[in-house]
């Protein structure tokens, strides 16, 4: 199975699962009166609407590149991961403004283990969606699967929190009976959205930074630095080296410095060879420019800049 199809599958898989999961605690929060189980409907409202995002984003960015779209639609999985970010935001200030609602007009929680019931329910569902996510979103390097998986993983440990409220209310009027501690319920709802709102912080920073054309992660412009630094045949540097990422979409783009008596031919082959090579570390969708410059050891104002010059190491060995 393809990338496109992976991605399109397991997206659908989490749009699914979320639509069960938000009747599920709509149905059972309104049935005990639980604020932190209505929360985490509207959460799971809002991991929904990120799913479909997320499936609309895998199955646009899959598109190839057209005459209008010339570098690809990659960067739909940034703009996908960056509205699911806010759309954290938003679903984390209604659970607040519930929540506090809820403690200066208390009312009493029924069938509290019903409740707690659906709370694990949800965790497991989603525990299980969010692996699912998770892998083939970073197998397939998917911008828009991983926001999703996070959507559900934050959701994983709300609904832990909010079970382990509703317990706690369990516990403590079975043993106190005639005291009310109802408190709690909302208590763990603001806990919930404070979660929220730090994934959603954590996920803007990472699907945001893209489309501002930020260069690749160290790492990755480490390894593109070293390949470059071992090419021989006639090869004595590059430089201008640029980078960038739009979705799984990686764009290089760099001047190598070439003897200046090399051959059409064979400076095609070496950049052919570097091409492959670059695809085959990263993904097949990788861009990759090279200018070949004819390089005769009489360094300009940017030939002095060059990340690597194989010259200047002769000369500087040798004197």
């Given at each position: 199975m393809d990338n496109a199809r992976r991605k399109s599958n397991v997206a659908l898989l989490s749009v699914i699962s979320n639509i069960t999961l938000v009747i599920l605690k709509l149905v059972i929060g309104l049935a005990i009166g639980s604020v932190s189980v209505i929360s985490e409907a509207i959460h799971s409202g809002v991991d929904l609407l990120a799913a479909v995002i997320a499936l609309f984003a895998v199955r646009a960015s899959g598109q190839p590149a057209d005459r209008e779209h010339p570098f690809g639609h990659g960067k739909f999985e940034n703009i996908s991961g960056t509205v699911e970010a806010l759309l954290i935001f938003l679903a984390a200030g209604w659970i607040i403004w519930e929540a506090v609602q809820k403690l200066i007009h208390p009312h009493g929680l029924e069938n509290v283990g019903w409740g707690a019931g659906v709370m694990l329910l949800s965790a497991i569902a989603n525990m299980f969606v969010s692996h699912k996510l998770?892998?083939?979103?970073?197998e397939t390097d998917s911008v828009a699967l991983q926001a999703d998986a996070w959507h559900l993983r934050t959701d994983v440990y709300t609904s832990i929190g909010v079970m382990t409220g509703l317990a706690l209310i369990w516990i403590a009027e079975a043993a106190f009976p005639g005291e009310h501690f109802h408190w709690i319920d909302p208590i763990a709802a603001i806990l919930v959205a404070v979660l929220i709102i730090k994934a959603a912080y954590e996920l803007t920073i990472k699907s945001a930074r893209d489309l501002l054309d930020v260069s690749l992660p160290d790492e990755e412009e480490k390894w593109i630095k070293n390949y470059l630094e071992k090419i021989d045949s006639g090869v004595k540097g590059y430089h201008r080296l640029r980078t960038r990422k739009a979705g799984s979409d990686r764009f290089i783009?760099?001047?190598?410095?070439?003897?200046?008596?090399?051959?059409?031919?064979?400076?095609?082959?070496?950049?052919?060879?570097?091409?492959?090579?670059?695809?085959?570390q990263f993904s097949d969708a990788t861009l990759v420019t090279i200018h070949i410059e004819p390089c005769d050891g009489n360094c300009s104002n940017s030939c002095a800049q060059a990340e690597i010059c194989t010259i200047k190491k002769t000369s500087n060995n040798g004197g």
């Amino acid at each position: 199975m393809d990338n496109a199809r992976r991605k399109s599958n397991v997206a659908l898989l989490s749009v699914i699962s979320n639509i069960t999961l938000v009747i599920l605690k709509l149905v059972i929060g309104l049935a005990i009166g639980s604020v932190s189980v209505i929360s985490e409907a509207i959460h799971s409202g809002v991991d929904l609407l990120a799913a479909v995002i997320a499936l609309f984003a895998v199955r646009a960015s899959g598109q190839p590149a057209d005459r209008e779209h010339p570098f690809g639609h990659g960067k739909f999985e940034n703009i996908s991961g960056t509205v699911e970010a806010l759309l954290i935001f938003l679903a984390a200030g209604w659970i607040i403004w519930e929540a506090v609602q809820k403690l200066i007009h208390p009312h009493g929680l029924e069938n509290v283990g019903w409740g707690a019931g659906v709370m694990l329910l949800s965790a497991i569902a989603n525990m299980f969606v969010s692996h699912k996510l998770f892998k083939v979103g970073k197998e397939t390097d998917s911008v828009a699967l991983q926001a999703d998986a996070w959507h559900l993983r934050t959701d994983v440990y709300t609904s832990i929190g909010v079970m382990t409220g509703l317990a706690l209310i369990w516990i403590a009027e079975a043993a106190f009976p005639g005291e009310h501690f109802h408190w709690i319920d909302p208590i763990a709802a603001i806990l919930v959205a404070v979660l929220i709102i730090k994934a959603a912080y954590e996920l803007t920073i990472k699907s945001a930074r893209d489309l501002l054309d930020v260069s690749l992660p160290d790492e990755e412009e480490k390894w593109i630095k070293n390949y470059l630094e071992k090419i021989d045949s006639g090869v004595k540097g590059y430089h201008r080296l640029r980078t960038r990422k739009a979705g799984s979409d990686r764009f290089i783009e760099f001047h190598l410095l070439v003897s200046p008596d090399m051959s059409v031919k064979e400076s095609h082959r070496i950049t052919e060879e570097v091409t492959c090579d670059f695809r085959r570390q990263f993904s097949d969708a990788t861009l990759v420019t090279i200018h070949i410059e004819p390089c005769d050891g009489n360094c300009s104002n940017s030939c002095a800049q060059a990340e690597i010059c194989t010259i200047k190491k002769t000369s500087n060995n040798g004197g």
